[in-house]
């Protein structure tokens, strides 16, 4: 069984800086593509960004290029999210998700992730 715990959110005035993590335990983590979605009060489940297998490829949502910076230590079984410049609308509670087995396209879909954190809140004040 996968367990996925997310770690790093808080209050943060705008203009900073938060650095998320999610550490994986119970599965073949570097086989699991990883992304971080996260999701505000009253919204849908946003896919924020992607980074694959060995890292050398990586995804960002447009809303968060030049900002934020997703990557990954195997050695660690850990997937990181750096968020710089941060704005009052990156509030939210931020997911990791990790996908198993085969998958096609890049990014990939938002139902190839299986593997699910419980989430960690962002807050940014204006």
């Known amino acids: 069984q996968v367990q996925l715990v997310e770690s790093g959110g808080g209050l943060v005035q705008a203009g900073g800086s938060l650095r998320l993590s999610c550490a994986a335990s119970?599965?073949?983590?570097?086989?699991?593509?990883m992304g971080w979605f996260r999701q505000a009060p009253g919204k849908g489940r946003e896919y924020v960004a992607a980074v694959s297998r060995y890292g050398g490829n990586t995804f960002y949502t447009d809303s968060v290029k030049g900002r934020f910076t997703i990557s990954r230590v195997n050695a660690k079984n850990t997937v990181y999210l750096q968020l710089n410049s941060l704005k009052p609308e990156d509030t939210a509670v931020y997911y990791c998700a990790g996908t198993r087995g085969i998958v096609t396209g890049w990014p990939p879909s938002h139902q190839a992730y299986v593997d699910w954190g419980q989430g960690t809140q962002v807050t940014v004040s204006s």
């Open positions: 119970g599965g073949t983590f570097g086989s699991a593509i």
